[in-house]
């Protein structure tokens, strides 16, 4: 034990390099010292030891069965000191560590993961976790430590005091349908046409159903009847691939899921009003400090914003 208090990592380089080289004059001077100075610390090495480290021979300097032992821990020491120094570098540079974020389902396709996509191309060593969920859940999550950031809404039984609060930007409404759809490739389709089919949309109080129910509010008609509330994807996607339901999503949640490569049969439809939702922002605890990888996550978000 009191060997292990005494050792430095100079003194195991010196001796693993001793070993490799088969020259102490070699080793010290890889390592910018003088041979004298090697050889004193050679010498203070054996003695603490009690016993030779290397065979001094005519070729060189061999290691001993106990220099040999030496040898090869220092080996796995340095390389694990070599490979915190690393880490610990990588860290303090944001180029590794974990970034914990929280999002509503509009940003996650249309800023979040391109955000995360640029920084990890950089810092390859970075772990990243996404969960998707409403506002009130994630400023929960957030202020419950399992967030470093959200891009959410501020619920309304929350202080916007106890957090920093970036603003960030309204979301427009896309209207999906199946492909075939009787308003397919209609002009300017009004509210009060689509009030005639089946509708799936989020529950009630989902800031895209208080879009939607404004919006025929504003227009003055009969909001939809024929409601199926769900927030599922899944649920939306079953609902569109059998009948000529209509969908209310994020459009960037509607792009993703009409791109061609993605294969759902699905189109979205002209509409005549504009449909809105309430603008979201990216939240942080005031409390807490981010790491240095989550505080480039952030950058990167905010910047695409």
């Known amino acids: 034990m009191d060997l292990a208090r005494r050792l430095k990592p100079a003194h195991l380089r010196l ?5 490799e080289l088969g020259q102490l004059q070699a080793a010290a001077h890889a390592m910018g010292l003088s041979q004298p100075a090697a050889s004193r610390i050679l010498a203070d090495l054996e003695a603490q030891v009690g016993a030779k480290l290397f065979e001094r021979l005519p070729k060189g300097m061999e290691p001993s069965p106990v220099g040999a ?14 490979n915190l120094a690393a880490e610990v570098q990588n860290l303090n540079f944001g180029q590794a560590g ?13 800023c979040l993961m391109p955000a995360l996509q640029a920084v990890r191309a950089k810092a390859p060593g970075l772990e990243a976790t996404v969960e998707v969920g409403p506002s009130t859940q994630l400023v ?5 430590g399992r967030f470093d950031f959200v891009l959410a809404r501020m619920p309304a039984e929350y202080d916007s005091r106890d957090f920093h609060i970036a603003p960030a930007r309204t979301e427009e409404v896309a209207l999906l349908v199946r492909r075939g759809h009787p308003l397919e490739g209609r002009a300017a389709v009004t509210l009060a046409e689509l009030g005639d089919y089946e509708w799936v949309m989020q529950e009630r109080g989902s800031p895209i159903r208080l879009a939607i129910e404004a919006a025929y509010h504003d227009a003055g008609v009969p909001a939809p009847g024929r409601i199926i ?9 079953s609902m569109l691939e059998v009948t000529q339901a209509i969908a209310p999503q994020s459009r960037e949640v ?15 439809l002209s509409v005549a009003s504009d449909l809105t939702v309430s603008p979201f922002f990216v939240i942080r605890n005031r409390a807490s400090q981010l790491s240095r ?8 978000v905010l910047q695409r914003l």
């Open 98 to 110: 974990e970034v914990r974020v929280g999002a509503v389902t509009g940003p996650v396709v249309g």
């Open 15 to 19: 001796i693993l390099l001793t070993g």
């Open 293 to 300: 990888a989550a505080e480039r996550v952030m950058q990167e």
């Open 254 to 268: 509607a792009g993703l899921l009409t791109r061609p490569a993605i294969g759902t049969n699905l189109v979205p």
């Open 140 to 144: 929960r999550g957030l202020i419950e």
């Open 69 to 82: 032992a030496f040898v090869r821990h220092a080996r796995v020491i340095l390389s694990e000191i070599d």
């Open 229 to 237: 509330n769900s927030s599922s994807l899944l649920v939306m996607l």
